[in-house]
């Protein structure tokens, strides 16, 4: 059975919806608690004309644990005050790490976060000072590094020291302190670690796997939730503990994934012209994702606890 067109129009605003929905977690209330904290502390300190140094946080999770969704989350939680001049306010903003990480580089993708790309490129202090300048007259009181272990990744250790020392003088600036928030993967903590002086500055925030025992009554809703606001009604199994434990086995029990692979299987069933999310949803949206064949898709098979969902194509060989 295959849809209408006008059904095929209806189904991408469905998705983009599911997809915009941030599913709150206890991880994402401690983050939210402390930034709060935080940026009120600094606003504070700014009306009474206080200069003090400033603090940041450290969001670690694996790829897939929805750690950079939450901090846009965040960010969008906590939106700046109306603009009172002529140049907008920009009390947080974002940006990736780029490759490479050099003081240069970071400094230069930070002008661009801030509105102020440059043509050229002049020395790494000249850029420095002009963000300095560029993060008061924004009035900007935090700044989101995303994918943060790339700071680390492939630095000498002169350069890396030059890149740590040059985020740490953001918090310690004497005319206007700016906090930090790092997000990346659970081996920046470490990394960070390296440096007394950044790690006591930073409160960390950690977005653990989910399990079957921790949140599977809360996977099982959710399920449920999704399928209606997709008009589909879930098979009958979808809340048996075995079927919890594959959809976790085949996101490697990353919360960000599993939401992925719920829409994923939502958007083949939509597709299909179905009005039930059958497991043969799940089953397809998985081959998609990661070109298996049935003996190791986790939705299949009866030995999928042990399948290592990270891995594309992983039955090829033994196939050839």
Same mark, same amino acid.
């Given at each position: 059975?295959?849809?209408?067109?006008?059904?095929?129009?209806?189904?991408? /605003?469905?998705?983009?919806? @599911?997809?915009?929905?941030?599913?709150?977690?206890?991880?994402?209330?401690?983050?939210?608690?402390?930034?709060?904290?935080?940026?009120?502390?600094?606003?504070?300190?700014?009306?009474?004309?206080?200069?003090?140094?400033?603090?940041?946080?450290?969001?670690?999770?694996?790829?897939?644990?929805?750690?950079?969704?939450?901090?846009?989350?965040?960010?969008?939680?906590?939106?700046?005050?109306?603009?009172?001049?002529?140049?907008?306010?920009?009390?947080?903003?974002?940006?990736?790490? /780029?490759?490479?990480?050099?003081?240069?580089?970071?400094?230069?993708?930070?002008?661009?976060?801030?509105?102020?790309?440059?043509?050229?490129?002049?020395?790494?202090?000249?850029?420095?000072?002009?963000?300095?300048?560029? @993060?008061?007259?924004?009035?900007?009181?935090?700044?989101?590094? !995303?994918?943060?272990? !790339?700071?680390?990744?492939?630095? &000498?250790?002169?350069?890396?020291?030059?890149?740590?020392?040059?985020?740490?003088?953001?918090?310690?600036?004497?005319?206007?302190?700016?906090?930090?928030? @790092?997000?990346?993967?659970?081996?920046?903590?470490?990394?960070? &670690?390296?440096?007394?002086?950044?790690?006591?500055?930073?409160?960390?925030?950690?977005?653990?796997?989910?399990?079957?025992?921790?949140?599977?009554? !809360?996977?099982?809703?959710?399920?449920?939730?999704?399928?209606?606001?997709? !008009?589909?009604?879930?098979?009958?199994?979808?809340?048996?503990?075995?079927?919890?434990?594959?959809?976790?086995?085949?996101?490697?029990?990353?919360?960000?994934?599993?939401?992925?692979?719920?829409?994923?299987?939502?958007?083949?069933?939509?597709?299909?012209?179905?009005?039930?999310?059958? @497991?043969?949803?799940?089953?397809?949206?998985?081959?998609?994702?990661?070109?298996?064949?049935?003996?190791?898709?986790?939705?299949?098979?009866?030995?999928?606890?042990?399948?290592?969902?990270?891995?594309?194509?992983?039955?090829?060989?033994?196939?050839?």
């Amino acid at each position: 059975m295959t849809v209408n067109d006008q059904h095929v129009l209806e189904i991408q /605003p469905l998705l983009l919806r @599911l997809r915009s929905a941030f599913i709150y977690h206890e991880a994402f209330a401690l983050m939210s608690s402390s930034f709060e904290r935080m940026i009120e502390k600094r606003r504070f300190e700014i009306a009474s004309d206080v200069t003090a140094e400033a603090r940041g946080l450290v969001v670690v999770g694996a790829s897939g644990s929805g750690k950079t969704t939450a901090v846009e989350q965040l960010i969008r939680k906590h939106p700046s005050p109306e603009d009172v001049g002529d140049v907008p306010i920009a009390e947080v903003v974002s940006l990736r790490v /780029p490759s490479p990480a050099t003081v240069k580089h970071v400094g230069m993708t930070l002008l661009a976060a801030l509105g102020y790309p440059m043509a050229r490129e002049p020395s790494a202090a000249i850029i420095w000072d002009n963000a300095r300048s560029r @993060l008061r007259l924004r009035r900007t009181l935090f700044v989101h590094f !995303d994918e943060a272990q !790339d700071f680390f990744n492939n630095q &000498n250790g002169r350069e890396l020291q030059a890149v740590i020392n040059t985020v740490k003088s953001l918090m310690q600036d004497p005319e206007w302190p700016v906090g930090i928030i @790092l997000s990346g993967m659970p081996s920046l903590v470490e990394m960070i &670690n390296e440096d007394i002086q950044l790690s006591r500055r930073l409160k960390p925030v950690y977005i653990p796997p989910v399990s079957l025992t921790t949140h599977g009554s !809360d996977i099982v809703n959710l399920i449920g939730q999704f399928a209606e606001m997709s !008009d589909l009604v879930p098979f009958d199994d979808h809340a048996s503990p075995e079927f919890v434990q594959r959809l976790l086995t085949a996101t490697d029990g990353q919360f960000g994934l599993t939401i992925e692979l719920i829409i994923a299987a939502i958007e083949d069933a939509l597709y299909e012209g179905s009005k039930t999310l059958d @497991l043969s949803s799940f089953v397809r949206s998985y081959r998609s994702r990661t070109g298996c064949l049935d003996a190791r898709n986790p939705f299949v098979t009866e030995e999928f606890l042990s399948i290592q969902s990270h891995r594309l194509l992983d039955d090829l060989e033994a196939t050839a």
